[in-house]
Nanobody
Framework: VQLQASGGGLVQAGGSLRLSCAAS????????MGWFRQAPGKEREFVAA????????YYSESVKGRFTISRDNAKNTVYLQMNSLKPDDTAVYYC??????????????????WGQGTQVTVSS
């Protein structure tokens, strides 16, 4: 599975962005999907995840209530709607496909396919 993340950019605090993660090579419909982010000098951290059928979603405490993950299996695409952005949200955002059958959605080790990342910069 090849994953292509897009939609990043520069936005002022309080603004919104929508990230997309498009897949090629294989359907995403059988994978749970996640979004992670990595700021300079920090470890990659979990942002959000969605089950393969889209009925279950999971969020980190830092983004809960501001970000929304969704998916359109017909379009082979996963989205991350980010509202009320803060400077602390500045990072490279990665999408990933979960390949290990476990409930540990926030663990990077259970994701076997990763996109290349898209930069999100939030100015104060």
């Amino acid at each position: 599975v090849q994953l292509q993340a897009s939609g990043g950019g520069l936005v002022q605090a309080g603004g919104s962005l929508r990230l997309s993660c498009a897949a090629s090579g294989r359907t995403l419909s059988t994978y749970a999907m996640g979004w992670f982010r990595q700021a300079p000098g920090k470890e990659r951290e979990f942002v959000a995840a969605i089950s393969w059928h889209g009925t279950s979603t999971y969020y980190s405490e830092s983004v809960k209530g501001r970000f929304t993950i969704s998916r359109d299996n017909a379009k082979n695409t996963v989205y991350l709607q980010m509202n009320s952005l803060k400077p602390d949200d500045t990072a490279v955002y990665y999408c990933a496909a979960k390949t290990v059958a476990t409930a540990r959605y926030s663990d990077t080790r259970v994701y076997g396919y990763w996109g290349q990342g898209t930069q999100v910069t939030v100015s104060s």
